[in-house]
């Protein structure tokens, strides 16, 4: 504001020789600071003359020596109303910043979290009994999307994995059933009047008949149950396979000469593998069992052994009826059996190939099934090398 600044101007003496601070807005005269000047040093001062001023007084040099004083006076009213509008500025926009920002956090996590949201209502209504239903949420590749998708996929595995343990409770409740069907049939009849020791005889040869494929079944389930509660602990041990594979033929060879199928046992060279001796001795087993099972009177089955690639193969081939491909890929699935009735009448419950390939997984190995055309079945064991 005009008025509000001044300068004034004494010369060597101390005498005033300049003033513009005019009759209205005189400020005090300040010997002391004007001599302090004089003398080389500056002095600030607060004034307060209706308007507030800041006022210094400085000595004024010419070839490095004082020739005299300046005194300079400015309103601090400026810098003050400055100060107060930015303070109101301050006071006014802080908290509307502040209200915004949080509206605004508020929102965008709001909508950031609503796909959660809708997940965890629909994974509450997911239960047991209902894993069909899926969050099936058509969102973005973004952290929330993909955690939507790995649920879906998790309830999908899980379904299948109920299913199956459905399945195979129905399937081992009726195998368990056909046999106690079958000796209740027998049983009855029996009773029905009094027979000859030689009827008797029958009935109780059938019944040991079913109760032995009880028995079968029943220690086949304890296997698998065990094996799926990772319960069998593997007895490794370096064993030579062409051994085992003797050893297995020796077991099989009267039921194959009872039916009048050869066994050929082909030796590709020293083969051993470090394994569970009497779980390879089962795979050879139930792979040699099926091979006998299918083969018809007259023809022969291959085993051979070899390694290759850091890997121990043993291949069982048979002249039998092969598998029909579209069976192939659920050939080692529980209770599978191409032709159940079949399968039921040579003792088979159709979870033989099923331990085959729990065995030769726990060993770190494959087993795999083909048809070698004209030929007959095909089962190839990979298991790793020493
Ligand atoms: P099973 O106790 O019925 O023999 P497996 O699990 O051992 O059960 O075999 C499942 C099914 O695979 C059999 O029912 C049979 O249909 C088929 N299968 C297994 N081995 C052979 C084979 N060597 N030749 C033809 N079919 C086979």
């Not at 307060?48 to 005299?68: F, S």
């Not at 709001?110 to 069909?132: K, V, Y």
């Amino acid at each position: 504001m005009e008025g509000e600044e001044f300068v004034r101007v004494f010369d060597s003496s101390g005498n005033l020789v300049f003033d513009n601070s005019g009759e209205k807005f005189r400020p005090p005269d300040d010997p002391a600071a004007v001599s302090a000047a004089l003398s080389g040093s500056r002095t600030r001062t607060n004034l307060d003359l209706g308007p507030e001023l800041r006022a210094l007084t400085a000595p004024i040099h010419a070839n490095g020596q004082v020739i005299g004083a300046v005194e300079v006076g400015l309103s601090t009213d400026d810098v003050h109303s400055t100060l107060r509008t930015l303070l109101i500025i301050i006071a006014v926009t802080y908290p509307l910043a502040l209200v915004i920002a949080s509206g605004g956090g508020v929102f965008l996590a709001g909508r950031a979290l609503s796909p959660i949201d809708g997940l965890t209502r629909t994974a509450r209504r997911i239960s047991a009994e209902d894993l069909s239903r899926r969050l099936d949420m058509r969102l973005p590749d973004d952290e929330v999307g993909r955690l939507a998708r790995t649920f879906d996929e998790m309830i999908a595995r899980l379904d299948d994995a109920f299913r199956r343990q459905r399945q195979f409770t129905a399937d081992a409740s009726h195998e368990l059933r056909t046999p106690l069907t079958a000796i209740k049939g027998q049983t009855e009849v029996a009773l029905q009047r009094d027979r000859d020791p030689a009827e008797y005889r029958s009935v109780l040869r059938n019944v040991n008949t079913e109760v032995d494929r009880m028995i079968r079944l029943v220690s086949s389930l304890l296997t698998l149950a065990r094996a799926d509660a990772h319960q069998v602990p593997l007895a490794k041990e370096d064993i030579s396979l062409g051994a085992l594979v003797s050893d297995a033929a020796d077991q099989v060879r009267s039921a194959a000469d009872n039916k009048g199928v050869s066994m050929r046992l082909r030796n590709g060279g020293e083969t051993r593998v470090t394994a569970d001796q009497d779980l390879l001795l089962q795979l050879i087993l139930n792979l040699l069992d099926n091979a006998v099972k299918h083969t018809p009177s007259g023809g022969s089955i291959d085993v051979s052994w070899s390694k290759a690639d850091g890997q121990a193969k043993v291949v069982v081939s048979d002249e039998g009826p092969g598998i029909p491909t579209e069976h192939l890929p659920r050939i080692f699935d529980r209770f599978y059996r191409v032709d159940k009735a079949r399968s039921r009448e040579g003792g088979g419950v159709g979870l033989g190939l099923s331990i085959c390939r729990w065995i030769a997984q726990a060993h770190g190995g494959t087993i795999q099934a083909d048809n070698a055309p004209g030929q007959g079945a095909t089962f190839t064991v990979h298991l790793p090398i020493n």
